[in-house]
């Protein structure tokens, strides 16, 4: 479904990805882990078209989508969930999530109640500002964002960033109903153990380049690659 073939990006001369090539097939939950600097959100902003790739090719379903402007990429069923939710703060959770409808051409009653369904706490605070939810709740409210534009694949940046295990847990049970349901996923996480909890496969990326590649089990049993790259003890 995705496909990146020797990825190179940059900010200003600081070469951040340097030569990835990954795959996502249809249906997976594939997550990229890594220390904090080793470039995890600068490359999937670059298969949103925010950060040009100067080098490579990005693919989804064997389409070059490498030079297409970020909105064009979105239309084509791909949705970001950003590490800091980029909610709005003064909007209320109801005008959220009318907002994110707007996005794909206009309201669907239908999809809201199965966003709805799958956060159900969301619909105890449709009417609190953004700004006034819990971090737990900011995070549910961005993602049920990213799935009212209807995608075929989320990407989802830290998704247990700063939140309690409990939360955690729930966020978790919730993007595996999401994946069963037919919603690809492409999951950056800091935390190992979420990643391999979710994940069927794992990238490990260091220094803008890919370390490991291979199943979640393989990389729960290889130690030396856990200790050399993610800073595990």
Known sequence: M???????????????????????????TVALVGRNGA???TLLKTIMGIV????????????DVTSLPTHEIARRGITLVPEDRRIFPRLTVAENLEVAALGRGGGDGAALDRVLEYFPRLRERLDQAGQNLSGGEQQMLALARGFLTRP???????????????????LMEILQRINRDGVTILLVEQ???????????????????IQFEGPAEALRRDHEIQARFLGAT
């Open 2 to 28: 995705l496909r990146l073939e020797e990825v190179h990006s940059y900010y200003g001369p600081s070469h951040v990805v340097q030569g990835v090539s990954l795959s996502v097939a249809r249906g997976e």
């Open 39 to 41: 470039g995890k959100t």
């Open 52 to 63: 040009p790739a100067r080098r490579g090719r990005v693919r989804l379903d064997e389409t």
């Open 152 to 170: 075929d694949l989320m990407l989802i940046d830290e998704l247990s960033g700063g939140l309690m295990p409990m939360l955690v847990d729930a």
């Open 191 to 209: 935390d190992l153990e979420v990643a391999l909890a979710l994940a069927s496969r794992c990238y490990v990326l260091d220094q803008g380049r």
